[in-house]
C-alpha cells in the first residue's frame, strides 16, 4: 500500500507540474471537477444523466483546457520539450485524446443508424428518451476508455501503474478542487500562467518515457 500511495503521488505531480501551467486550463480543471463530483452524485440516481453531465461540462471544460490554453512551447521549469511530455504521458495524450473524444462524438450517430444500438437499448420514442440513450453510450464511452488506457498500462508498464492511472483518474476531480481553487483569483489579476521555479533534485520526480 505504501508504494502504490506512493506512486499515486508521482503520477498526481508529474500531472501538476507538466502538464497544468495555465490558469485558465487550471480554472476549467476547477469547473470541470465540481460538475464531476455532481455527476458522480447522479451515478446513484440516473447514470445516462450522469454521463451527459461528465461528457458536456466536465470533458468539454477539461480537454479544451488542455487543448487551446496548455502552452506547448519549451518548459524552461521542466526543461522538457511538449514532444516530450506527450511520450511520457501516462494517460491520454492530446492524441490519444482526440481519438477518444472523435468515439464520443460519433457515438450517437450510431442511433441513427440503429436505435436500438444493435440490441443494447430501447428505441427512443422521444426526444427526452433519445437523450437518455445518448447519455447511457457515452456512459459506455466513458467506462470504455477508463478501462481501455488500464488494461493497456498493465501490459505496456505494469500492474501497479495501471491501478495507480486508474485510482487517480476516478479521484482527480477531488484532488483538482484541492490543487486548483486559487486558480480562478489568480486568473482575475492577470496571472496567465502559474509562477514556478526551477525546482532543485530532490524535489523534481523523474518521468520514464512509455517504451
Known amino acids: 500500500m ?4 506512493r506512486q499515486l503521488r508521482i503520477q498526481r505531480w508529474d500531472d501538476h507540474r507538466l502538464y497544468h501551467h495555465s490558469r485558465i486550463n487550471q480554472t476549467l480543471h476547477l469547473i470541470s471537477a465540481v460538475s464531476f463530483l455532481v455527476a458522480y452524485g447522479l451515478l446513484f440516481v440516473d447514470p445516462a444523466l450522469a454521463a451527459l453531465v461528465a461528457w458536456l461540462v466536465s470533458m468539454t471544460t477539461r480537454q479544451s483546457g488542455h487543448f487551446f490554453f496548455e502552452p506547448r512551447g519549451y518548459d524552461e521549469v521542466n526543461q522538457v520539450t511538449h514532444d516530450y511530455k506527450e511520450a511520457v504521458k501516462v ?3 492530446l492524441k490519444r485524446k482526440v481519438v477518444l473524444l472523435a468515439v464520443w462524438a460519433f457515438a450517437p450517430f450510431m442511433l441513427f443508424v440503429d436505435p436500438s444500438a444493435f440490441g443494447f437499448l430501447q428505441p427512443h420514442r422521444s426526444a427526452t428518451e433519445l437523450l437518455h440513450n445518448i447519455g447511457t453510450l457515452w456512459l459506455v464511452v466513458g467506462v470504455g476508455g477508463l478501462i481501455f488506457r488500464t ?4 501490459f505496456l508498464k505494469d500492474a501497479m501503474s495501471a491501478l495507480v492511472w486508474m485510482t487517480k483518474i476516478l479521484t482527480d476531480p477531488f484532488h483538482d478542487i484541492y490543487l486548483y481553487h486559487k486558480a480562478p483569483l489568480a486568473l482575475l489579476r492577470g496571472e496567465l500562467i502559474e509562477k514556478r521555479t526551477k525546482m ?8 520514464t518515457a512509455e517504451s
Open 2 to 5: 505504501d508504494e502504490f500511495l
Open 91 to 93: 494517460g491520454y495524450n
Open 151 to 154: 488494461v493497456h498500462l498493465f
Open 200 to 207: 532543485n533534485d530532490e524535489t523534481h520526480v523523474a518521468v
